[in-house]
C-alpha cells in the first residue's frame, strides 16, 4: 500500500457535516452505510447523542477582549493545536480504498489527535510510520479490545509501542456487540480484501461445549470480557499511559481514577451497544463533578458542529472525539475529506467562541451555557 494517500477534490455543495453525511450515502453500498450510520436495537441512544447537543444552549457574551485567542490545550504531555481527535473507527477500507492511512494524514495535516482502531484495515506500523515524524501532528494512540488470549494481547501491545503510538485507549463497553438491526437487515458482511489485519494470526476462541441451562453469550463469549483485574495485569505489561474509553457511570469513573487509569472517554459507543443508555452529553456533566478534575475527561457521541465541540468544554471535557462525520468525509474524498472535516469544526469552534466571549478554552466554562432560571 502506498504512504501517500489518493487525492481528490470535495463534491460539490458540501459545507457542513450533515452534507458530508447525505453526500456519503450516495457513494456508500447499503452494506458499509449499516456499519457505519447504524446504532443498536432502535437506535434511540444513537439519536439521543445528537439531540442532547442541540438541546444545550449557548449564552452569548458582547464587548470582550479577543485578540490573540485560539484553541490550543494539553492533554497527557501532548501540545495540541485544538480538542479534536478521530475517534477510533474498524474497518476504514470499506469507506475508501486508503482507509486509516488517509485519516493519519489528514489529522496530521490539522493537528488532530487520531486513535487508530484494533480492528483498523491498515497495518498499526504503516499508519505510525506514515506520520510520527509529521511537525504539528496531534497525538498517536492505539485502541485496544483485549483479546481472549493473553500472550497475544501482550505482543499487540509490544507492537503498538515499538511502532511509536502514545496511548492506549482500552475499550470498556462492549464485552459484545449490541443488537444492530441495520447490519442484520443487510446481511452485513467484510467485503474481500477488508480485515483485521493487526489481528491476523491471532490463536482461535477456545471451542466451548454448551450444556443444558448454559447461555451461548454469557457461557461462551463473555468468559473472556475484561474486567478490573485484566486493566491491572496490562497496566503492568505496558509503559504507555491508559485511557479507558466506554465509562458512562460516576461509580466507575472513581474506580478508574483510583486505579490510575491517565483519562476517561465518556463514551456510548456511538449507540452501538446499548440501546436506551443516556446520551453522551447528559452524562459528561455527571462524571466531571464526580471526578472533580482528577483526571481528565474526553467525549464522543453525536459532535456534528463546533458549537458542540465548546459545550463539551464548557461540561468539563479537555477534548472530543468525532467517528461517523469523518468516515464520511473519508467516503467523499479520502484525505482531503476527513481534512475538510476537520476544518469546519476547528472553524466553528473559533467562531463560538468568539461570539461567547471566550478566547481560550479556559473561559469555556458552563457559564456559556444558557440557563432557563438567569443563573
Not at 457574551?61 to 493545536?81: E, K, M, N, P, Y
Not at 483498523?120 to 494512540?141: N, T
Not at 463497553?173 to 449490541?178: I, L, Q, W
Not at 463469549?221 to 465509562?247: D, N, S
Request: aromatic share 4%; proline share 5%; net charge negative.
Amino acid at each position: 500500500m502506498s504512504q501517500a494517500p489518493q487525492l481528490a477534490t470535495l463534491p460539490s455543495g458540501v459545507v457542513t457535516l450533515a452534507d458530508h453525511e447525505q453526500h456519503a450515502r450516495s457513494v456508500m453500498d447499503d452494506n458499509a452505510w449499516a456499519y457505519f450510520s447504524g446504532g443498536a436495537g432502535d437506535e434511540i441512544t444513537l439519536r439521543a447523542n445528537r439531540s442532547a447537543w442541540d438541546a444545550l444552549q449557548l449564552q452569548p457574551r458582547v464587548l470582550r477582549s479577543l485578540a490573540g485567542g485560539h484553541t490550543r490545550t494539553h492533554l497527557l504531555g501532548h501540545a495540541l493545536q485544538h480538542p479534536i481527535l478521530l475517534a477510533p473507527v474498524a474497518y476504514q477500507r470499506m469507506a475508501h480504498p486508503d482507509g486509516e492511512l488517509a485519516c493519519a494524514h489528514a489529522a496530521a495535516a490539522l493537528g488532530a489527535g487520531m486513535v487508530l482502531s484494533t480492528q483498523a484495515s491498515v497495518a498499526l506500523e504503516v499508519v505510525a510510520e506514515a506520520v510520527l515524524d509529521e511537525p504539528g501532528r496531534g497525538p498517536l494512540w492505539f485502541q485496544l479490545y483485549l483479546q481472549h488470549d493473553r500472550g497475544f494481547t501482550r505482543e499487540l501491545v509490544a507492537r503498538a509501542e515499538h511502532a511509536g503510538y502514545e496511548a492506549l485507549v482500552l475499550t470498556v463497553d462492549a464485552p459484545t456487540h449490541g443488537a444492530r438491526d441495520r447490519e442484520r437487515r443487510a446481511g452485513f458482511r467484510l467485503p474481500a480484501g477488508v480485515s483485521a489485519v493487526n489481528l491476523s494470526g491471532m490463536p482461535p476462541v477456545p471451542a466451548l461445549s454448551l450444556q443444558q441451562h448454559q447461555s451461548a453469550l454469557f457461557d461462551g463469549l463473555l468468559r473472556h470480557a475484561a474486567t478490573w483485574e485484566e486493566l491491572e495485569w496490562l497496566q503492568g505489561v505496558t509503559r504507555l499511559p491508559i485511557v479507558l474509553k466506554g465509562v458512562m457511570h460516576t461509580g466507575d469513573a472513581k474506580e478508574a481514577a483510583q486505579r490510575g487509569v491517565a483519562a476517561l472517554v465518556v463514551s456510548n459507543h456511538g449507540g452501538r451497544t446499548l440501546d436506551t443508555s443516556p446520551a453522551t452529553a447528559a452524562a459528561l456533566p455527571r462524571m466531571a463533578d464526580a471526578l472533580q478534575g482528577t483526571l481528565p475527561l474526553l467525549v464522543d457521541g453525536g459532535i456534528r458542529r463546533g458549537t458542540d465541540v465548546l459545550k463539551a468544554v464548557a461540561l468539563g471535557a479537555t477534548a472530543v472525539l468525532v467517528g461517523r462525520p469523518y468516515v464520511y468525509g473519508l467516503a467523499n474524498a479520502g484525505a482531503v475529506g476527513v481534512a475538510h472535516v476537520l476544518r469546519l469544526l476547528r472553524d466553528e469552534l473559533e467562531i463560538a467562541m468568539a461570539l461567547c466571549g471566550c478566547a481560550t478554552l479556559a473561559d469555556a466554562t458552563d457559564a456559556i451555557l444558557w440557563r432557563a432560571d438567569g443563573a
